[in-house]
Nanobody
Framework: VQLVESGGGLVQPGGSLRLSCAGS????????VTWVRQAPGKNLEWVST????????TYADSVKGRFTMSRDIAKNTVFLQMNSLKFEDTALYYC???????????????????????WGQGTQVTVSS
């Protein structure tokens, strides 16, 4: 299983970015995929999960209404569309998967690196004026 993120960059407050997470060695139709972020000096924070059945996407309270997760089954890729970006969204964004990991539905959750078995290398998002 491999995950490769892309799409990060520098953006002004209020701007938008779209992150991609390309998977290999597994199918996103069978594994839920999650976005997790880590701001400088802070713990890993759950952002969003796209459930494998395709019928449910959940978001942390801090991003609900601003971020949208989607997927392209043909490309085995998930996306995170981030709008109305804020300074506090600055972080290294990872995608992760693990068929045995508990799922989240709203709220604020901080994770350890052991929560998911498979992680990408991360893509940096910096929100700055």
């Amino acid at each position: 299983v491999q995950l490769v993120e892309s799409g990060g960059g520098l953006v002004q407050p209020g701007g938008s970015l779209r992150l991609s997470c390309a998977g290999s060695g597994f199918s996103i139709e069978n594994y839920s995929v999650t976005w997790v972020r880590q701001a400088p000096g802070k713990n890993l924070e759950w952002v969003s999960t796209f459930f494998s059945d395709g019928n449910k996407v959940t978001y942390a309270d801090s991003v609900k209404g601003r971020f949208t997760m989607s997927r392209d089954i043909a490309k085995n890729t998930v996306f995170l569309q981030m709008n109305s970006l804020k300074f506090e969204d600055t972080a290294l964004y990872y995608c992760a998967t693990d068929p045995t990991a508990p799922a989240f539905d709203g709220g604020t959750w901080y994770l350890s690196k052991y929560h998911f078995r498979y992680w990408g290398q991360g893509t940096q998002v910096t929100v700055s004026s």
